[in-house]
């Protein structure tokens, strides 16, 4: 009955955790502890492989800053820089030109038609926009008359895609001239975690019912000539757009994002700085007139020209860092939508099959293994495994595997399991441990627990060495001293030896008024238990001597005792039912050591050994042959031995 309640109590507790644990996972509550985990396997685990050599940025850094401002002005610079620099670049013969800026405002009418008339003629020219919330004051101005955004694409199962239809969201495009101009637009809107920090993105973004592709989307279609006017195809785990070969596919998330394969290196795609690229095509304004690189260093590359300056302020929070320049951000995801890879999360089933497996696992080792160490190792093992899997699944395969609630449904199962097996089951070996430790060293109760615990005392049968000892003419002192007097000594006597058993790992079996009955190799000390009791009588002996010098001081009667040990084959375990129940050792083994201790008056001796006993104490013991004798309720006779002396040595 005990054991039936005690498993449904742990079916209760793991159900409960489990059932706790999937309530945390739907509402969101394993998130941020999900997505930290997911930063540092990009930090830790990321590519093996070299990035892409097709993709260069052209960087707006620090430097360049520096330098044109003394040249060119203040930023924004003028649209001529731009118009120059995609001249300059189109002659290398691109696949595609990116510009990650919004080139909403206007300029002098004569230099935006100049810049308009260079995405022209260079006819793979990608920009930016944006969709941003506007305040009500530009929605009902200058912002109320945008109703479409050139460059939507048709996508068939569009359930799981974005949405931006919020009341005040509206795209801030570019120039209508430079709109017409380019060959795709690509929006740059963020899409961050609840935490701030950008870890997916989308790929298509839904606006007034219509779906428009994010900027790396739209430069991954120019680079591998997919019409706009093909449909794309999105799938719950992946989006499909053009040609089958040719096109792009991308494996997606539940919710229709992308997690781009982000790279940790700070040169992992070629960049170079824009003050280099400008000298190469106008030396005469820099410095030393120095050209660094020809047209075709572009040649047949994907080339995003974006900003790292300080005073850019385009960077966004990653999980490669908290200022990550905007074109590392569309790199990452446009080398994703060309190489087909991105990081890819097993479908939400598996997940939720993960926290029940690991929570029952956790359960099971808390309930199972009695030894709270080895159950702690199991868990501790089970999850350095299951990170292990994470880590090489991350990195080889690309698999977002979940590590936060899976792991937490192990580890609160593990400790809920435990705090209530303290509390009940726990309990009561709690109370078994102190009930033992009454009669046997603590050392020994811990083997008693290590080794299955209170399962060892229900019954076993093993050879073991039996001592019995009895104090010499008791009777006749306790009618010569008062109950008070004789209760004093017997106390200090009986402490003093119990004492000495268990500094030899003995076990008391129990007082029988003035006599000790113990035993060794119950519970460990298989090849030495003959050696331990005999070291222990004789102990008891020397200790016995000690304390009768104290007596005779304070004026009381002196003890005098008698041993015998015997080895054999025994019974051990519980006996009793119902309300009394004793630990004790049955058997012959046990009455020959009770008739060995009473042959001392006639030989005179203090300890007497069976011939067993005697074979089995190993080297460096002395001891005498006494006599072969008949032991009652025996057949043979018995050869007995007085013990000399036995080393401290080899115990």
């Known amino acids: 009955m005990r054991q039936k309640r005690t498993l449904i109590l742990a079916a209760v507790v793991g159900l409960g955790v489990a059932l706790a644990c999937e309530a945390l996972l739907v509402t969101g509550g394993f998130e941020f502890l999900e997505n930290r985990s997911f930063d540092l396997r990009v930090r830790w685990l990321p590519p093996r492989e070299p990035p892409p050599a097709d993709i260069i940025i052209v960087d707006i850094d620090n430097p360049t800053f520096d330098q044109f401002s003394r040249v060119v002005g203040r930023w924004p610079w003028t649209r001529l820089l731009w118009a120059d620099l995609a001249k300059f670049i189109h002659q290398g013969r691109p696949r595609a030109l990116v510009f990650d800026a919004v080139f909403s405002g206007k300029e002098d009418e004569d230099v935006d038609q100049e810049f308009a008339q260079t995405l022209r003629d260079a006819g793979n020219v990608v920009l930016a926009y944006d969709f941003v919330a506007y305040t009500a004051e530009y929605v009902e101005g200058a912002g109320a008359g945008v109703r479409e955004v050139p460059g939507a694409v048709a996508v068939e199962d569009t359930a799981s895609l974005p949405d931006h239809t919020a009341e005040q969201v509206k795209p801030d495009l570019p120039l209508k001239e430079l709109t017409r101009a380019a060959r795709a637009l690509g929006s740059i809107t963020a899409t961050p975690d609840s935490d701030g920090v950008n870890r997916r993105f989308a790929v298509l973004y839904r606006w007034n019912d219509r779906y428009y592709p994010s900027l790396a989307l739209s430069a991954a279609a120019v680079a591998r000539g997919v019409s706009a006017d093909a449909p794309a195809h999105l799938t719950p785990a992946e989006l499909r757009w053009g040609p089958e070969g040719s096109g792009l596919r991308v494996p997606l998330t539940e919710h229709g994002l992308l997690v781009p394969r982000w790279r940790t290196e700070r040169k992992a795609f070629t960049r170079l700085p824009l003050w280099q690229v400008v000298c190469s095509y106008a030396p005469e304004n820099c410095e030393g007139g120095k050209r660094f690189f020809a047209p075709d260093v572009f040649r047949d590359k994907i080339v995003i020209i974006g900003a790292s300056a300080t005073g850019a302020f385009d960077v966004f ?64 093992a089970v999850i350095v495994v299951y990170l292990a899997a994470a880590a090489v699944a991350f990195q080889r395969s690309d698999l977002w595997l979940p590590v936060a609630a899976p792991v937490s449904a192990l580890l609160v199962s593990f400790a809920a399991s435990n705090l209530t097996r303290y509390a009940t089951t726990g309990r009561e070996l709690r109370q078994t441990r102190q009930a033992l430790s009454r009669y046997m060293s603590a050392k020994v109760v811990d083997y008693i627990f290590a080794s299955g615990g209170p399962d060892q005392l229900r019954g076993q049968r093993r050879v073991i060495t039996v ?22 000594i017997l106390n200090r006597y009986l402490d003093a030896m119990t004492e000495i058993v268990f500094a030899y790992d003995g076990v008391v079996d129990k007082f029988i008024g003035d006599g000790i009955l113990c035993y060794w190799g119950a519970f460990g000390d298989a090849d030495r238990h003959a050696r331990l009791a005999a070291r222990t009588a004789a102990r008891m002996v020397a200790r016995l001597g000690e304390l009768n010098e104290n007596w005779r001081a304070e004026g009381l009667p002196e003890l005098n005792i008698g041993i015998g040990i015997n080895t054999g084959e ?49 080297p460096g013991c002395e001891t005498r042959l006494l006599a072969e004798v008949a032991i009652r309720g025996r057949e043979q006779k018995m050869k007995v031995y007085e013990l000399m002396s036995v080393p401290e040595e080899g115990l």
């Open 570 to 618: 025994a019974v051990f375990g519980n006996l009793g039912a119902g309300r009394k129940v004793e630990f004790t050792v049955l058997g012959d083994t046990v009455n020959v050591a009770s008739r060995l201790e009473a042959m001392n008056k006639e030989f005179g001796t203090r300890i007497i050994l069976s011939e067993n006993t005697e074979a089995a104490l190993g």
């Open 317 to 380: 929070a990653t999980p490669i860092g908290e200022l990550t320049p905007g074109f590392l951000v569309h790199a990452a995801a446009l080398e994703s939508l060309l190489t087909g890879r991105a990081y890819a999360r097993p479908p939400a089933f598996w997940t939720h099959l993960l926290v029940v497996l690991l929570a029952g696992l956790g359960l099971a080792a808390a309930w199972s293994l009695r030894s709270a160490a080895r159950s702690a190792l199991v868990v501790a």
């Open 467 to 488: 001592m019995f000892s009895d104090v010499r003419n008791f009777t006749q002192l306790s009618e010569k001293r008062s109950p008070a007097e004789v209760l004093t």
